[in-house]
Structure formats: C-alpha cells, structure tokens
C-alpha cells in the first residue's frame, strides 16, 4: 500500500533560519515523489518534484530511497514561506497521487 | 486560459439535502479528479476520471457519485448530505502525458452540512 506521513501538522520558524519538512513514505516499487504548496488565498500547486532535481523558491529535496523519505529544506527561511504544504507521492507511470496530512508553516518576523 | 475553474465557492447544506459540485477545466486534460481537503487529514481522493465516459474510485467515494459526459466537466453529485461531507472539495486535471504527475487545483468549493 502507498502511504505518505508528514510527521508535523504545525511548525514554526523565524526569519532567516533554516527549515525542514519532513516526508516519509511507504511504497514497495519504484516512487515519485512531489511537494504540493498552498499559500492562503491560493490554489494548490506544484512545488519540486524529485525527478527534477530542482531548487524552486530556494527549496531543495532529496529522495533518500534507503530511509524512504523526502524531506524538503531551505536554508533561510522568508516570510512569504508560511504556507501549507503536502508531501505526495504516486507509482511511476500512475494516475494517481497520495498525499501526506501537510505540514502548516509559519514564518515568524 | 482559466485553468480548473470550480463553483460555488461557499455552499451551506442541510442534512438530507443533495447538490452538484461543477468543475471545468480548458486545458484539454485527459485527467481529472476530485478530492476533499479535511484538518489535519490532507488531501483524500474521492473520484477521478481518465477520459470522458471513464470513472473510477478513489480512497473515500461513499455518498458520492461522478459522471464524465465530455473533457470539459467532471461534476461531482452528494446525494443524501451527511456532516461527515462537511469539507473543501478540490477538483483537479492533469494531461495524459508528459507532466510527471503534476495535477493543476482548482480554487475549492468550501461546503458545510448542518
């Protein structure tokens, strides 16, 4: 079965420190993995997809395949990063997507 | 373009009542999906479609229904509203191919059952 757990509902950082959102998964065959980003009075949207390899808004993550996780960082976080976000995984070539439960951040001034 | 357009936005509902949740998207999309947001739960899909005339369950599709007459429209159907349907609906597309997956939201229909 396809699980994703996003271990922390809420987190808060302040300005200028660095950030982690955890992501782990559960998936016997080869994964996808994404992080979705909705800030308020927005749609949901794509973030990063592992397969890029990509930073977006300074975001990095790293599919680590031995601890099965997919934890998205940043060095220094901003402000305008406070927002919700969901970690979601699917099968290669799959029509589908699991999503975690998210992970609410809050950037303090 | 538009992109996934849904509506209402905001609906209240008694108990025992149905309604029909619109969604359209102009982007040509094979792939079209329905999910609701609840607290603390993320995202769980209710119904999704690969193509017009094709539809398929999701993780939690009891009380509702979908239908897929064209590319356009994927309506969602509540039947008999309950208050455990009290949620934001997201409604979603993707193309066939050569996304890697990314599913495009609409902006949600926020409905609560009393």
């Known amino acids: 079965a396809q699980r994703v757990t996003q271990p922390e509902k809420l987190l808060s950082v302040f300005k200028g420190a660095p950030v982690e959102l955890k992501c782990n998964y559960s998936y016997s065959g080869s994964p996808e993995l994404f992080w979705y980003v909705q800030y308020s009075r927005q749609r949901l949207q794509l973030l990063l997809r592992h397969i890029s390899r990509e930073s977006i808004k300074g975001f990095t993550a790293d599919l680590n395949k031995g601890e099965t996780s997919f934890h998205l960082k940043k060095p220094f976080a901003q402000e305008e990063d406070s927002a919700m976000y969901y970690c979601?995984?699917?099968?290669?070539?799959?029509?589908?997507?699991?999503f975690g439960q998210g992970t609410r951040l809050t950037i303090n001034p | 373009n538009a992109g996934v357009t849904q509506t209402p936005k905001f609906r209240i509902l008694k108990i025992g009542q149905s309604m029909t949740l619109q969604c359209t998207q102009d982007m040509n999309h094979n792939y079209m999906y329905w999910y609701r947001q609840d607290p603390g739960m993320g995202l769980k899909l209710i119904y999704y479609s690969v193509g017009a005339g094709i539809t398929d369950k999701g993780e939690v599709p009891n009380g509702y229904n979908v239908s897929r007459s064209t590319t356009e429209d994927f309506p969602l159907r509540l039947e008999l509203a309950a208050p455990s349907q009290t949620s934001v609906y997201f409604c979603a597309s993707r193309p066939t191919s050569g996304s890697y997956n990314e599913q495009f939201f609409g902006p949600g229909t926020r409905l609560t059952v009393l």
């Open positions: 979601a995984l699917s099968g290669v070539g799959a029509q589908k997507l699991v």
